[in-house]
């Protein structure tokens, strides 16, 4: 496994995860972990998030004609759990109409 270039390869990934890929953040910081001691089943990891990263290279996000507007949404509702007395807040993004981000908390 010395000559695999597994730190270059990790680099390259993050370098895609910050600029135009934030999809595979959770799988490049769990590879990371493993800069210094890594095995066969890490290169395979790695290796596995470059076929995902070519298999996807052709998916994007259509947006529609109309206006190019982003706009915001949110809610919460205050211990509005009964039983647990917990709070539920959440935003929805959009742009041009569509979905871009979204996130709900309990």
Excluded at 24 to 49: P, Q
Excluded at 77 to 83: K, L
Aim: charged share 20%.
């Amino acid at each position: 496994m010395k000559k695999v270039p597994y730190s270059s390869v990790v680099g390259s990934l993050m370098y895609a995860m910050v600029c135009t890929r934030p999809d595979i953040a959770h799988s490049i910081g769990v590879v990371s972990r493993f800069l210094s001691n890594l095995g066969k089943e890490h290169w395979n990891a790695n290796k596995w998030i470059l076929r995902y990263l070519i298999g996807t290279s052709k998916v994007c996000l259509h947006f529609g004609t109309g206006k190019s507007e982003l706009v915001g949404y949110t809610d919460a509702d205050m211990a509005g759990d009964i039983d647990y007395r917990k709070s539920t807040s959440g935003y929805l993004m959009t742009f041009a109409g569509g979905a871009i981000s979204w996130q709900s908390r309990l």
